[in-house]
């Protein structure tokens, strides 16, 4: 019940959160981008994992913390808890920046945080009365739970940094490619080819022929539409993850994970061709 009434309040936002989105997307994009190397560390690309979500397991924790303290009467460790938790919050909001679009979410952090640097500030001159502090931090620690929760239902609900091929197993059988018509796997690429419930680009280069999903692990995007970079990987066009074409490893972000990645040959019986995905 409360998961229900907790998306329809983030829905009822669309008319300031879209517009003030975008144009968040916009400027990030255009400070992000020219700096892809750093874009990919706090992505996670590196990782194998988004970085965001390894970073905000501890704010929640250190302001758990910092909110006992208060309560128990240990001020010192209430105090170095928060600051604690301030900088890692920041850290969180770098590593969300970098490829985030979640603006309900984004936006209680950030007041969130407003609320705790305040709170901060008031404690470092050690008040004989720290009831002002306590009570901005209790109010921010219900911000941060709230803005958590929605945070996650943008990965439970939505898939946002979720592997697009999490579930796509491997497989040891040969298919058959689906040429649509064509007469054979035309040179160049990539073409949109079918082979059972897989789309896949494809790339032919004389005899050779390399075949990745055409659904791009980082959020969906149409690879077969893609452009070939260097002669040996694959940009989507929309963020410009890169893989590589012979195994699908990823090698330029936004993306954090590889992209499942084709074999191809002439089928043994019946002409045509057929398929198999390499094992990782």
Request: with cysteine.
């Amino acid at each position: 019940m409360f998961g229900r009434y907790l998306t329809r309040a983030v829905d009822a936002q669309a008319r300031w959160s879209k517009p003030f989105g975008d144009f968040n997307h916009r400027w990030l994009s255009a400070l992000f981008h020219p700096i892809r190397p750093i874009q990919n560390f706090l992505n996670g690309t590196w990782l194998g994992h988004p970085v965001h979500s390894v970073v905000t397991d501890v704010p929640v924790g250190a302001m758990t913390v910092s909110v006992i303290s208060d309560l128990i009467g240990q001020p010192l460790i209430a105090d170095v808890s928060m600051l604690l938790g301030v900088l890692a919050m920041v850290a969180a909001a770098v590593t969300g920046l970098a490829d985030n679009r979640a603006t309900v979410h984004g936006t209680l952090m950030v007041v969130t945080l407003v609320l705790y640097t305040i709170s901060l500030v008031i404690r470092s001159g050690n008040p004989a009365d720290r009831l002002v502090p306590i009570i901005l931090a209790i109010a921010g620690y219900l911000l941060l739970a709230l803005a958590a929760a929605i945070g996650g239902d943008l990965v439970y609900l939505i898939g946002t940094h979720v592997n697009r091929h999490a579930w796509r197993g491997a497989g040891t059988k040969w298919i058959a490619l689906d040429l649509g018509g064509l007469p054979d796997i035309p040179q160049g690429g990539p073409t949109k080819l079918k082979a059972g419930i897989n789309e896949l680009a494809v790339i032919r280069d004389g005899d050779r022929i390399l075949a990745l999903h055409a659904q791009c692990a980082h959020a969906g995007g149409p690879l077969a539409e893609g452009t070939i970079v260097g002669g040996d990987r694959l940009e989507c066009p929309w963020h410009g993850s890169r893989y590589l074409l012979a195994n699908g490893h990823v090698v330029r972000g936004p993306s954090m994970y590889d992209q499942p990645a084709f074999e191809v040959r002439r089928a043994e019986s019946g002409g045509g061709w057929e398929v198999r995905r390499q094992t990782a």
